[in-house]
Structures are given as structure tokens and as C-alpha cells.
């Protein structure tokens, strides 16, 4: 059988910033609440970070290098290869886009997540080079709900 929670752990385990300051900062235990859904948004690496209902939506990234206003990450590599649009370049840039947001009641809230899989870092593969677009969005949105309790998991 099938386990269909397996993407969504790989892809949470892909999100969140694998640094000791990031775990540390975690807390022991996520409980269901809106709040530690929350926490959990402030440890990834969003592009489109928003949290509990009320709080502001917060973009890390600038597109003038000054004020943190756009909602993606721009990401310039320096190295001969295939680009993210499949062409082979001197030098690729691309738009990278993940966003996380907590909605819903405190008591039981909702996690959604929309990325368009590009990565944040640079990479070399003459292979299987990650795919998309250097400007569009092609997102993928997860939405589910947040930490359920194993009793309500169906």
C-alpha cells in the first residue's frame, strides 16, 4: 500500500533550512495549534512567508537588493550548463518561489505551501538539470491541514 503522506514529508524535509541555528530554534514538540504552525513557517526557506490569520505577509527577498518586497528569490549562477529552461549558458538565472502560509482556526489550522521547484542554490548536472522557467511560475500548491492528531488522520 501506498503511503500517501510520504511526498508531503519529503517535501517539508526539503523546506525547512537544514542549519543547527534552524533546529535549535524549533521547538521539541509541533502541537496542532495555529501558532506552532506558525513557528514552523518562520523555520523554512519561503520566498512568501505568511503566518497566523492577522499577521503580516513578510517577503525576505528584494528585487532593488533594498527593500524586501517580492516574492520570489532571484538566483544568478556563474558556470557553463544547462539552464532551467533547458538551453546551455555561460550563466543561468532564474526566479525561485516557495510560499507558506497558516490559515484557519486556532485550534485547527491549515498549511498551505506553493513552490514552482526551482532550487536556491546552484547546482551542475549534465543529465537531468532541474526544469521550468527563468521568470514564469509554474507552482505546484499543497494545501492540508496543519499537525492533525493521529486519532483524526483518516
Known sequence: MKNPSLPLILAIAFFVKPSYQAAKALPVS?????RDCFNYVRQTACT?????DGVAITYP????????????ETVQ???????????????CTWRRYHGELCKGSSSAPTLISATNSLPN??????TS????????????????????DVTQLK
Do not use: I, K, M
Not at 509541533?30 to 495555529?34: A, I
Not at 512568501?48 to 497566523?52: A, N, Q
Not at 527577498?61 to 520570489?72: K, L, N, Q, V
Open 30 to 34: 509541533l502541537t496542532g495549534s495555529q
Open 48 to 52: 512568501e512567508c505568511g503566518g497566523v
Open 61 to 72: 527577498y528584494s528585487a532593488d537588493g533594498a527593500t524586501a518586497d517580492t516574492p520570489y
Open 77 to 91: 549562477c556563474n558556470f557553463p550548463g544547462a539552464c532551467v529552461d533547458s538551453v546551455q549558458r555561460n550563466q
Open 121 to 126: 542554490h546552484c547546482y551542475y548536472s549534465e
Open 129 to 148: 538539470p532541474p526544469f521550468g522557467s527563468a521568470s514564469a511560475f509554474n507552482t505546484y500548491v499543497f494545501v492540508r491541514n496543519w499537525n492533525l
